[in-house]
């Protein structure tokens, strides 16, 4: 992955490993996080979005009257599954 805040074209550089040719991709995971080639966190935060939303619609279905889930449960997969992934490595990309 090449890093880079130039505007404009500019060709990926050259790299080579053990005589193989190292591509350049635009963005790419590591450690749970979405890197871009402008490290803007874009692509990071909106896959982010998509999953939170999708736990938070579980734990609307899950709260609804006819299934009577207690509020301590229903705390309890918030802190699971949206708690979590917001509040890891927030500090990294506090800035976006």
Known sequence: MHFCHIRGVHPAPDLFMYGHRIRCVEETRFLGLLFDKRLTWVPHLRTLKVFCLKALNLLRVL????????????????HVLIRSKLDYVCEAYSFA
């Open 63 to 78: 709260g609804h009257t006819s299934w009577v889930a207690d509020r301590a449960t229903l705390l309890r997969l918030y």
